[in-house]
């Protein structure tokens, strides 16, 4: 099984290509024909080009949106590191099933498909419309040894790439990521920690709302993490089971997929981000296939999008997760889109060019 | 007529109201009762809040939109300052007309009803579609005299009042502004100069894409004219008259027809947001109805939104006009409402309240 995995894994990096820099160039000759002064979409024009070189094409109009939201549990809620229990985490996973939760909402709203993930809650939700991925019953505590063995994490980016490639087979052309798991931005500030690098206070932040003493303690449990760590730096399959999540794996399995399939990936926050950059270090050209949603108010965040070469499309102090930044910002996406597909040229439209 | 126009003036002044601070705080506690750490949505929980506040309710679903775009030329593209030739103006009114516009394809993408206005084009266009608010045939050249007589001024105002509530009484629940006009930001830096007040440079930008020299006219010809304005300070209507823009008469009436009619108005760019600076000043409760959709390139822009007190939902580069701004957040808008309409609380889906 770990074989398998680790094959799966080999032969999606291996089909993970640079994007194609001529259909981004040709996106932006056509918006310059478009009744506007030029560029003045401003980063809906960077986003257009991105995408046309994401698709390799730039005969494109709105692409069928997914949005996947992974959950886990984690071990190092045990460390007092959130400021909700830990079976919020099942509880918001069926909330998220009966269609209560934000992110049905908003992805019901945007008209993209929602796909709800049990990636290793402690205890299953049993329905339908939850797709079982499960790791384990929740990770182990990063505090005092790795989070999940090499063969879970390994296992869990193969079934998000393997995820990935439904959702392409089945014609979506955006693929939006969302997280749920109680003390989740613990294990991402570890990672990220870890993986950037960076100091544990650089990338602690109040996640859902935890007072001084809890920051203190979040920053201090990445601190043993990392110095538990130590010497497996160069390994990133071994960094993401040492310190990761299994939503964590799932998301940057999804992400890995998603660009072997020339699909756009939009990220949402700072568990997703941290997901992402996993993906990143395991193929460089996997970031090229991502968009940034929006800029969450955890310290990390801005790090790892900077990392990613990433600038975000809404910065509105969103700090709930569950893919609700991304979902936000899907409108955007679209309407770029749309804008590039529909308006008129300068030329169709009778409009002097002044060139501007 | 004047004295008509000022009649319509002063009784929309005087139904204007500040809004209910209470209805606000009863959306808060609604939103603090959903399944989500308490203010994790940050900008879109106090977006919530206003509208309920303008709304003088908590009660509140979706809004229906309308997005009106009011264009006028202006005698002080005679000065060069704009990298687009006077006839733009009526080019663009037709491709709006047309339906190949930005405008078009958003407020098509948004639901949004859009009203073209012709507000004073040189040459008028006629089209089903396009609503003529006609106040003359351009303004005169601000540079060197008054752009417009007060009359003019006043009945820009009134009949910009009037299609407010004329969109208030058909249910339209949130009224967004968009503008056109070949030269129009010199226009709206010499209001907003004016009314601020502030030094050229400081509201002076490029534009539609002016070069360092053009934008070097820009500044002297809003100096010439503040230097010309002297002693109008104090007198809202004379300075709107002697600086302003046909358009902006009407975008800032309709401004004060929306505030008392409690709807809300979505700002645009640097233009709208003089527009409503001019109603600002006549009445300070009608600034409470607004919501600023983004933030322009256009230094100017900061400073009207400060002045305002309006925090931009959007920061995106845009600087196309139009009332693209305001139509790419109004999904933040609707998202926003639909969230509190419809999430499940902590109670109802059985979720643990940890009160943060």
Redesign the interface.
Known sequence: MTVAAERALASTLARIEPVDAAAGEEAQRLLDG???????????ETLVCRIASIRRTATIGPLRPALVVAAGDHGVAVEDVS???Q??TR??L??FA?G???VN??SN??GARLVVVDAGVVEPVEHESVRSLRLGAGTANLAVGPAMTRWQALSGLAKGIELAEELAGDGFGLLALGDMGIANTTAAAALAAALLPAEPEAVCGRG???DDAGLGRKVAVVRRALARHGARRDDVVGTLADLGGFEIAVLAGVCLGAAAARVPILLDGFVTGTAALVAARLSAASAEHMIAAHRS?EPGHALVLAELGLRP????????GEG?GA??AL??V??AL??LA???TFE?????D?G?
């Open positions: 478009k009744t506007k002064p030029r560029g003045s979409l401003g980063q809906l400021a909700y229990p079976q919020v509880q918001m069926e909330n009966a209560g939760a934000a909402v908003l709203e945007m859902t709302g935890i108010p499309l809404l910065d509105l102090g969103l700090r709930l609700s979902a936000l409108p955007l679209q309407s749309v804008l529909e308006m008129s169709a439209a009778g409009v002097t002044a501007v």
